[in-house]
């Protein structure tokens, strides 16, 4: 596709059930990340993928998150147990290289908790 | 520690008046700048980046490292610029810092 893909595009679930969500990366983009961006906040970085591995993943909240790449292309995050303070847009972003290369953003994932 | 300023959450102004957007930004090392845009109902895209010197849109933005700020800046807002603007910061591994965004709202 001409640019990232996020799936679903909404997300409603109780509290306490897990969640997967999925991005496809522009193709050919070797760097991965992940954003949240919770009601009046601005966005949070949660994770980076070079490749299929995660050198930086200071940004998950908790042990309850979890993100895999495969194939050095689609990446799921996984939040397990949901909490209602999990509600946010949940973006993916990539860029050529993880060197000075603007990111390219998908439309986002709304997660409710309810 | 890394940190993003935008004092304001809303800018309104009238069409054909001049824009600025502050951005200050906290970090010890040789920062680089961006700002995103997002307009109503497209996603977050890149509008300009420090390094880069250009106008995209009519909109300038110069890094001043002695007053650690980026505003962004346009001489002349049109009804078309209305959109929520970030400004981000990156440290080196393309993490991006980002505020809390600042929504311009111009009038006709």
């Known amino acids: 596709g001409a640019g990232v893909s996020q799936s679903p595009s909404n997300k409603v679930t109780e509290k306490g059930k897990d969640v997967e969500l999925r991005c496809d990366p522009i193709s050919g983009h070797t760097a991965l990340y992940w954003y949240r961006q919770s009601l009046g906040q601005g966005l949070e970085f949660l994770i980076y993928?070079?490749?299929?591995?995660?050198?930086?993943k200071s940004g998950l909240p908790s042990d309850r998150f979890s993100a895999e790449r495969t194939g050095g292309s689609v990446s799921t995050l996984t939040i397990q147990r949901t909490q209602q303070e999990d509600s946010a847009v949940y973006l993916c972003?990539?860029?050529?290289?993880?060197?000075?290369?603007?990111?390219?953003f998908g439309d986002g994932t709304r997660l409710s908790i309810l | 520690a890394q940190r993003v300023t935008q004092p304001e959450k809303l800018l309104s102004v009238f069409k054909g008046a001049p824009v600025e957007l502050k951005c200050n930004y906290s970090y010890s090392g040789s920062p680089e700048l961006f700002w995103y845009v997002q307009y109503s109902r497209q996603r977050l895209q890149l509008l300009l980046r420090?390094?880069s010197r250009e106008s995209i849109k009519g909109f300038t933005a110069d890094l001043n490292k002695g007053e650690t700020s980026f505003h962004l800046k346009k001489p002349f807002a049109q009804e078309e610029d209305s959109a929520m603007y970030y400004c981000a910061l990156s440290t080196g591994f393309q993490k991006l810092v980002f505020g809390t965004g600042t929504r311009l709202l111009v009038s006709p």
């Open positions: 420090h390094i």
């Open positions: 972003a990539s860029s050529p290289t993880s060197e000075g290369q603007p990111q390219h």
């Open positions: 993928f070079q490749g299929n591995s995660a050198p930086d």
